[in-house]
């Protein structure tokens, strides 16, 4: 019988892990990815965006600022799929979701900033219904949502050029894959932007 790391014997003999997630947001995808490659099991509590359960009093007390994913680990509450990927990362070191390397990890981090910073918030439901559907116009929407998706993806084309081997940033699963992919996901599956 193989022994478990300290973080899987803390994680087995503690808490469990409760992830309050929605099956199409991309932030609880990443999330999902993260706890899966680092082998946890979780309780997957469903919040539905398009019914508005954000917004419950019972949620808001667990997320003040009504967005998924968030993760309860014993007293714990983080809130926030990068701030649940690192606490994840210090918590349970088993398969490290970031290089050794230093230079590695840096592109790894703007990887995922990219992704969480420049490209998913400015396709967030809210946005696209309440500012760029009602202010701008329905039809405006998918263009919006291309161009900003477009504009990010050359960005991550160019950090990535000299780094990628078999995954973005060399042969193993780090941040930066688990970032990449929802939005992948994301770009061609809900905004048919072809992937070649």
Not at 38 to 49: T, W
Not at 64 to 76: E, M, Q, R, S
Not at 146 to 170: C, D, M, N, P, W
Request: aromatic residues 10%.
């Amino acid at each position: 019988m193989a022994s478990a790391s300290v973080g899987e014997e803390e994680h087995n003999n503690n808490n469990k892990l409760i992830l309050y997630s929605y099956w199409r947001s991309s932030c609880s995808f990443r999330l999902r990815i993260a706890l899966n490659v680092k082998g946890l099991k979780y309780e997957y509590r469903a919040v539905n965006l398009l019914k508005g359960e954000q917004t419950h009093p019972e949620f808001l007390q667990l997320n003040p600022i009504g967005f998924v994913p968030v993760l309860v680990d014993g007293p714990a509450v983080i809130f926030d799929s990068f701030a649940i990927i690192m606490f994840l990362e210090d918590k349970y070191p088993q398969h490290p979701l970031l290089p050794t390397d230093i230079h590695k990890r840096a592109i790894n981090f703007q990887a995922a900033s990219i992704v969480s910073s420049s490209i998913q918030p400015l396709h967030n439901l809210n946005l696209l219904q309440k500012y760029i559907e009602e202010k701008v116009g329905p039809d405006e929407k998918l263009p919006w949502v291309q161009g900003v998706i477009r504009k990010g993806f050359t960005a991550l084309e160019k950090l990535l050029k000299e780094h990628s081997g078999r995954y973005a940033t060399g042969d193993e699963i780090f941040m930066a894959d688990i970032f990449l992919a929802p939005q992948l996901h994301s770009a061609y599956k809900r905004f048919n932007i072809p992937m070649v």
